[in-house]
């Protein structure tokens, strides 16, 4: 979503980094370009010019001219404002469930927003994370199949829901949805309400009628981060007349310009606690200020991938893993399961997205030449081929190559691509499997049930020093290897700085003559 923000910003900020010192002129200079980037990309007005006006204050005080580095300092004023204008890196933004069970959690927001598929999501994902005992209630009446639909994903989710009673209005069904949670032992309810094309007052009396009977402890606005500038008008009058206790902004993994998500929790006060960032039931992260600045300003989040590793990394899998690893085995089932990891943890184009070092260059080179249905593709050449070669890859000789070519519906050449990426990373994996200090246990022991991997403890509690740590290159202490590649499960790569070279299928970026 913050492609285009991204690329503005990136601009006119490394035109600063070259300067030996800056002048008013200059930081004048920047600052248009900025806020030129912030208003293209829908920022609401009073927000970008209250964000220019902190950055040039501070961009031309005594901390840039004082400083050796001034266009790195003017760099990370703008990353500080930023971090303040989306709620600041300290602040909580998790849902609260501090609260009597069963603790009412309402949606809110405008049809189309993806307000039942989020209420899905949140409460799958209080279950398996939070282990808590959640229960869903549909109370939209009026679109049809609305209270199915809320059925289908409940199941989905492996999350109970109300059962529907025909003709039931909406007050009644919270009545009785909280009654039913109360008796059932749930701990948390959750209120799907309905939605409306437009705002209107039956929509919020309704709405209201339905917070004085549930008495909800949150009550979360849905918003599409798509419908841009209209989104913060949405979520001001919801808030004016409701009460919002926290924003899920929807649709994140769009082509929208990102303005919504900068302006809205300037605008309301209200915190983004939660981003949709696909249509998958996993498809949720958690929104922290700092790294979604990050982000913004091309710094990657590396940290976010850190977490994302070890929720989607299957210990048991690991383990085996890793033992064969440590007897230097590492044949093409394991190669597969290497690029199943990188789907699990968001494609090519998401692990790129939270990669810091990966400049716009590389960034354009590895799109142009590498997407996810290249890694589907060779997850196809792989399970085309017999398990005796799978074990053994030397078996494939050109008759085979062409078989498995045609089972997989790809050419010749992927095949011969796919095995010397093959044979690259298993003289990797072996030199690795060699090094002392339990480094295959690091790697692939730790870390599941969502848990980080086996990190320092100065780094596990700390997501400023690992970030730090990983963006240096320096390794993470005890026997991990340099670069950030070797540190996380999935990523058999090496070396930050650019575009890593040991990403499952990467090519060196030179096109074919």
Same mark, same amino acid.
Not at 174 to 180: D, Q
Not at 230 to 254: C, S
Not at 367 to 387: E, F
């Given at each position: ?9 990136? %601009? ?359 997407? %996810? ?141």
């Amino acid at each position: 979503m913050f492609d285009n923000l991204t690329g503005r910003l990136g %601009d006119v900020l490394s035109k600063l980094k070259g300067r030996g010192s800056l002048g008013e002129k200059d930081v004048d200079e920047a600052m248009r370009e900025v806020r030129r980037a912030l208003l293209e990309a829908d920022v609401a007005l009073p927000v970008a010019k209250s964000f220019i006006d902190k950055v040039r204050t501070r961009a031309i005080g005594h901390e840039v001219l004082k400083s050796v580095t001034p266009g790195q300092q003017v760099i990370k004023i703008v990353h500080d404002e930023l971090v303040e204008m989306l709620g600041g890196a300290e602040a909580d933004t998790s849902i609260s469930l501090r609260a009597a069970a069963p603790v009412v959690l309402m949606m809110v927001g405008l049809q189309g927003s993806g307000k039942t598929t989020s209420t899905a999501k949140i409460a799958k994902r209080l279950t398996a994370r939070d282990k808590r005992k959640v229960m869903m209630a549909s109370l939209d009446t009026r679109r049809p199949a609305a209270q199915e639909q809320l059925k289908v994903l409940s199941e989905q989710a492996g999350v109970a829901t109300l059962p529907i009673v025909a003709g039931q209005q909406p007050v009644a069904i919270a009545r009785r949805a909280v009654e039913a949670a109360r008796l059932g032992g749930f701990d948390v309810l959750m209120l799907d309400t309905a939605g409306r094309i437009h705002i209107d007052e039956e929509l919020m009396g309704e709405v209201a009628e339905v917070r004085d009977v549930a008495n909800p402890h949150e009550t979360l606005l849905v918003a599409d981060s798509l419908t841009g500038q209209d989104a913060v008008n949405v979520a001001e009058q919801f808030n004016a007349r409701i009460g919002v206790t926290g924003i899920v902004l929807t649709r994140v993994d769009g082509d929208g310009r990102g303005g919504a998500a900068l302006s809205m929790r300037a605008v309301t006060g209200v915190p983004i606690k939660l981003l949709g960032t696909g249509e998958k039931m996993d498809a949720l992260e958690d929104f922290r200020a700092d790294r979604v600045a990050g982000r913004i300003l091309g710094m990657g989040d590396v940290v976010s991938l850190v977490e994302k590793a070890a929720e989607s990394f299957d210990t048991e899998k690991a383990e085996k893993m890793a033992e064969r690893l440590r007897k230097g085995q590492f044949d093409l089932d394991d190669l597969a399961e290497q690029l199943r990891q990188m789907g699990r943890m968001g494609g090519m184009k998401g692990l790129l997205g939270m990669l810091p070092g990966v400049g716009k260059a590389q960034m354009q080179a590895a799109q142009a030449h590498m997407n %996810d249905g290249t890694i589907k593709r060779q997850i196809a050449i792989v399970t085309s081929m017999t398990k005796a070669e799978r074990a053994n890859p030397k078996l494939l000789n050109a008759s085979r190559k062409k078989r498995v070519a045609k089972g997989s519906g790809t050419e010749v050449q992927e095949i011969n691509r796919l095995l010397k990426m093959h044979r690259q990373m298993a003289d990797m994996m072996k030199a690795m499997g060699r090094q002392k200090g339990g480094m295959m246990s690091k790697l692939f022991g730790g870390g599941g049930g969502g848990q980080m991997p086996d990190l320092p403890p100065e780094l596990a509690n700390d997501p400023k020093a690992l970030q730090k740590a990983l963006s240096s290159g320096g390794g993470l202490g005890g026997g991990l290897p340099k670069g950030m590649g070797g540190g996380l499960p999935g990523l058999p790569g090496s070396g930050m700085g650019g575009m890593p070279p040991g990403l499952p299928g990467l090519p060196s970026g030179k096109k074919k003559k």
